[in-house]
């Protein structure tokens, strides 16, 4: 004996449905909030981005402008000096002030020469010394006295470069710094004096290097350098450095939360970055054709990823639009900010991570995504508790009350005070089991009193006449309640295999999953951002939600068709039993318009889930036909017996070869044919005039009473039903014939 399946509550599984469609809706709620908010966050940052490049860029600016102001005292200054100097003899203060070494060079008297506090003076060994370049040597000495020390605050050094190649220079952090040179050395190879000479600085203006490693300090400058020319020569060059740690430590040292700067020159000479930072005795990095691998260049040569996102930030900044201060570069996922430092040729630029604008943004989804879940809860309680009020406590009482009838108990006692679908369904099962009830009592009062009135009363003719008479309205009586329980029986059968899907369905959600994932997102509430993008599992559970949403959603749509289905079910129900109430009281016809189509559709789907089960493929070849007007249940009750019928008939074909055909054909001679058709067992021809008998069939469980109502029906409504068969095994064809009256026709007849 089969295990009985333990009964399922229609409420907690509408519920369950209800509740993972409004946790969908509260997830995509999330998901429109997530984007508006990152959007919002998006456009604050980039406004604070342009905002903060844009005093950076002026505080950084400050100091290449005082440079070139510095210069313009200095260049007036030495001047000056020369011109004092131009009819002084300068042999005596230049050596009390320098000396000629053994090496072959020049250079400060080392009695009482303090470096932190006065210039150093370095002339190469080999340079001819004339009295002119003396008196610019002394020259550039007094100047450089003079205002070095005010310089230092600003400036790491200030000198003096003569095209001879002698340097006066005041450098406190190098106070050997011009004792310690090698003799031969010389500044003719380093950018600043190139940068001085009229062929590469023809319009005689301050100009900047880029990083360069000073050989004898091993300290990595920035110079600014402005040559000086009297009568047209070139006679000096003044110098202000720059330590590259210092700009590095402004540079990179204050930016945004999560972001970085960097700082390159127009060439691409890469100035400044957090991460790559060139190593000791390299040349400074061009980052659009340097050959060089990067752990040759770079003390920490970073990853590959990081270098491809600043040589496309380069290459985007390069391609902007002069005025376009903010660049968005989402094949990288970053955000870029543009500073110009005039005068400099370098581009200071703010770099920050898409991801640090959607983290922000993710930590505001998730309150909204907590909140929407705990009012998701109040409202499935709310629901629940209507739910169990309104629909399942019913539907228990119907289900007990089918239950009395099955046993024979017609005292059959529901809620019938509602005034909705299932209090009228309610007053229709009470009225027919009470009708059923009559019948069947009247039944057994006749069989068991005509026995006993025949052998009484067989002398009484007359009398036994209309006894007889009463009895067959009795009999009649008896078989419209058969015919009302076996077209009721067939609804009731597509009623029983839809409750029976929809529970399957129910049964098949995957409401556990959900659970689970509410599970793991409570176990990893404090860290969700992370666990959600760097935990595999976090990973897959955004996917899978949206997949679980999807089935869930497939799984409403089907569970609301049965549930139509159902509705359409006890309608049909009630309509029936309507029905053979009038035809028990008077032969009136109930006519009003139908489509046919849509009328067979209905029948179709009355059978629909019984045919799905028995794996019964409907073809259909209906013709266009306007409304017509005619008794439409019975029309109904007609095809729903013949279509119940053909599948019970195809049962003998193995599945995928069961074939059921209904066609519609259009109208001749007033009438219209209606034709369903199967591949199933067919009809011996000698049976072909039997099957409308009252109570022949060929089935054990058959009563016998659906063609032979169904073809009642079709006599009252002035057509025919009609059966062809080419035998046994050769399927057959059951033809209905009726009068065709379009819906225009008959109101024009009306009028």
């Known amino acids: 004996m089969p295990a ?36 919002s966050f998006r456009d604050e940052t980039l406004v604070q981005m342009e905002r903060t490049v844009a005093e950076r860029t002026q505080r950084e600016q400050a100091i290449f402008v005082l440079a070139q102001d510095n210069h313009a005292v200095l260049k007036q200054a030495l001047a000056e000096r020369l011109e004092a100097w131009s009819q002084q003899d300068p042999t005596a203060a230049f050596e009390r002030l320098f000396s000629a070494l053994p090496d072959g060079t020049i250079r400060n008297n080392p009695q009482g020469f303090d470096g932190r506090k006065m210039p150093g003076v370095f002339v ?67 950018e600043y004096f190139k940068l001085s000479q009229p062929e590469a600085n023809p319009k005689r203006e301050s100009l900047w290097t880029g990083i360069y490693e000073d050989p004898p300090s091993k300290i990595w400058f920035v110079t600014v350098s402005t040559p000086l020319d009297v009568g047209g020569r070139h006679v000096a060059t003044f110098n202000h450095d720059v330590l590259l740690a210092d700009l590095m430590h402004r540079t990179i040292g204050d930016h945004l939360p999560g972001g970085y700067n960097v700082l390159f020159r127009d060439d691409g000479q890469l100035i400044a970055h957090p991460l790559l ?10 980052l659009l054709n340097d050959p060089r691998p990067p752990e040759q260049v770079f003390e920490q040569p970073g990853t590959g990823a990081q270098r491809a996102d600043l040589r496309t930030i380069f290459e985007r900044v390069k391609a902007r639009e002069p005025q376009q201060r903010v660049l968005e570069l989402p094949e990288r996922e970053l955000y870029v900010a543009v500073g110009r430092l005039e005068g400099t040729g370098w581009t200071f630029v703010t770099v920050l991570p898409e991801s640090v604008v959607s983290s922000a943004a993710f930590q505001v989804a998730r ?38 009838v099955a046993t024979g ?81 067939n609804v009731l059968n597509s009623v029983f295999t839809s409750a029976v899907v929809a529970r399957e369905r129910l049964g098949g959600l995957k409401i556990d999953s959900v659970e689970k994932v509410a599970s793991l997102l409570e176990e990893h509430q404090g860290d969700l951002g992370n666990f959600l993008s760097k935990d595999e599992r976090g990973r897959n559970a955004v996917p899978f939600l949206k997949r679980l949403g999807t089935h869930l959603q497939s799984e409403r749509q089907e569970i609301q068709n049965l549930l139509a289905e ?40 009355i059978n629909h889930a019984a045919l799905t089960r028995h794996g019964v493929d409907v073809e259909r070849d209906l013709a266009h036909l306007p409304p017509v007007l005619t008794e439409k249940h019975k029309l ?27 066609r519609l054909t259009p109208p001749a001679e007033g009438r219209f044919r209606l034709e369903v058709s199967d591949n199933g067992m067919g009809i011996a021809p000698e049976m072909l005039t039997r099957i409308f008998q009252y109570g022949f069939t060929t089935r054990e469980e058959g009563h016998g009473f659906g063609l032979h109502s169904s073809a009642l029906a079709a006599q009252e409504m002035g057509g025919t039903l009609t059966a062809h068969s080419e035998g046994l095994g050769k399927g057959a064809t059951f033809r209905l014939e009726l009068p065709y009256t379009p819906e225009q026709q008959e109101g024009l007849s009306h009028a």
């Open 566 to 605: 159902l509705s359409r079910h006890t309608e049909h129900i009630g309509t029936i039993v309507k029905l053979q109430q009038r035809y028990a009281r008077t032969p009136q016809k109930l006519v009003e318009t139908v489509d046919f189509s849509e009328l067979v559709e209905d029948a179709l789907r």
């Open 4 to 39: 009985v399946k333990a009964p399922g509550s229609l409420a907690r599984s509408t519920l369950i449905r209800m509740g993972v469609r409004i946790g969908v809706i509260i997830a995509l709620t999330t998901l429109v909030s997530y984007l508006h908010i990152f959007r």
């Open 367 to 404: 309150y909204v995504l907590l909140f929407g879940m705990c009012s998701l809860l109040i409202e499935l309680g709310i629901m629940f508790w209507v739910l169990r009020q309104q629909i399942t406590r019913p539907l228990v009482g119907f289900t007990q009350a089918a239950d009395q």
């Open 409 to 489: 108990n017609f005292q059959v006692k529901l809620e019938s005070s509602r005034d909705d679908e299932l209090g009228r369904l309610a007053n229709a099962f009470e009225l027919m089991a009470h009708e059923v009830h009559q019948r069947e009592e009247a039944l057994r009062q006749a069989n068991e009193g005509l026995e006993q009135r025949v052998e009484e009363r067989t002398k009484e003719l007359q009398e036994v006449h209309k006894q007889l008479v009463e009895t067959a309205r009795q009999v009649g009586r008896a078989e419209i309640a058969t015919n009302v329980l076996h077209n009721v029986g």
């Open 124 to 190: 190469p060994k080999g340079v001819p010394l004339d009295a002119e370049l003396r008196r610019r040597i002394l020259a550039s000495y007094e100047v450089v006295s003079q205002y070095g020390p005010a310089f230092h605050v600003r400036f790491t050094s200030t000198g003096v470069t003569l095209p001879e190649g002698p340097i006066i220079g005041y450098f406190p952090e190098g106070p050997t710094y011009f004792q310690d040179l090698e003799p031969t050395f010389s500044w003719v190879s380093m």
């Open 636 to 662: 109904l009750m007609i095809l729903v017996n013949l279509i119940s019928n053909a599948k019970y008939a195809l049962e003998v074909r193995p599945e995928g070869e069961r074939i059921l055909t209904i």
């Open 277 to 286: 930072k060139v190593k000791s005795g390299a040349a400074p990095y061009n």
